[in-house]
């Protein structure tokens, strides 16, 4: 069901905004933006994809169907997609945000605004997305903004709940306002490191997910997997600091769900290609974009590792991803582990 535009509510201002990335996300983000009233430049590194963009209207590859206004302006410069902007949406996939904030950093100026929506660990350094930016771009004020929301969905309109993650409710709520509108809800929260940590580790579960529907295993599976999956990204992401209610949120059990699910699911649609037989590298050349989860999953260990933490599931698709352990047999091994109680301090009566 698609929600139709409303009218502009009364006090709101346009924003000039630099959309960074110009995958299925930056492109379905532009879109919302737009219609909020902001002036949207879309960047990428690829002049061809910005040709396709000009000449279209529409990312023909990544997000056939959702239309981008003649407003949204292109550019394959990226100092004209940084320079006077107010905001700065971040939306590469997580492998290139260093990468990128390298390239931006020189034109940045202090204080700017730069929101993170890609959702990913990197593996060398354990840090999330927003440290990362942090580190490379230090003048810049960082955001997240995260939940279950798949591009194809949210360009169209399609009622979508997310969240907007920062260290001052003052820069939450600025990411609020640029995006919330009718058909996308924001809401916000400090707990910045779980929102992110929820956001990298379901796509690991994801793949597990998929790799059970490979399999031809059920809905018994499934519930399984993201139940426990769920509990697994909570004990790392309180061990990191971050707050229950976060992992129980859109940005944790939410995100968590869709990517689980959902047909959309690049995460889910590599796993089920995965557990039918394909090696990591055929699923993901079979996907044609990029698979996030496959890029956080050594990255969870490490974390796993630096705080004390296990995480058998994610464990298990690491073996099978890289290992060329059989999918079949990690179900097995996940299935005949030692005994225990389902949550850690279990109290009983008698």
């Not at 360009?155 to 609020?176: D, F, H, I, L, Y």
Request: proline share 3%; glycine share 8%.
């Amino acid at each position: 069901m698609r929600v139709e535009k409303q009218e502009k509510q009364e006090g709101t201002e346009m924003a000039e905004i630099g959309m960074i990335g110009a995958g299925s996300w930056g492109t379905a983000l532009a879109v919302v933006l737009e219609k909020n009233g902001h002036a949207v430049t879309v960047w990428s590194a690829l002049p061809s994809e910005i040709a396709m963009l000009q000449e279209h209207r529409e990312h023909v590859e990544k997000l056939p169907g959702v239309k981008l206004a003649e407003s949204i302006r292109f550019t394959s410069d990226i100092r004209q997609a940084v320079c006077g902007m107010e905001a700065l949406v971040l939306a590469v996939p997580s492998m290139y945000a260093r990468s990128t904030a390298k390239s931006m950093a020189p034109h940045v100026e202090k204080g700017q605004l730069i929101i993170s929506v890609a959702k990913g660990i990197e593996e060398e350094t354990l840090m999330t997305l927003s440290q990362v930016i942090s580190q490379e771009i230090p003048q810049s004020v960082t955001a997240v903004l995260s939940g279950p929301s798949h591009a194809e969905e949210a360009g169209c309109g399609m009622p979508t709940a997310v969240v907007a993650g920062a260290k001052s409710r003052e820069t939450a709520e600025r990411v609020q306002h640029y995006f919330m509108n009718e058909a996308f809800r924001v809401y916000t929260s400090p707990d910045v490191t779980g929102m992110e940590v929820g956001a990298s580790l379901k796509n690991v579960i994801a793949l597990a997910a998929g790799m059970a529907d490979g399999l031809g295993y059920g809905d018994n599976t499934k519930a399984a997997l993201i139940t426990r999956g769920i509990n697994e990204i909570g004990r790392l992401a309180l061990a990191m600091g971050a707050k229950f209610e976060t992992i129980s949120g859109l940005t944790g059990i939410g995100d968590l769900i869709v990517t689980c699910a959902s047909r959309h699911s690049r995460n889910r649609r590599a796993g089920m290609l995965i557990g039918q037989g394909y090696t990591m590298q055929q699923a993901m050349d079979e996907v044609k974009m990029v698979v996030e989860g496959v890029y956080s999953a050594r990255a969870a260990i490490g974390l796993a590792q630096k705080y004390n933490t296990s995480l058998p599931i994610i464990e298990q698709v690491n073996a099978v991803l890289f290992e060329n352990k059989p999918a079949k047999d990690a179900v097995y091994e996940l299935m005949t582990r030692d005994k225990k109680a389902e949550n850690d301090e279990p109290v009983w009566e008698a």
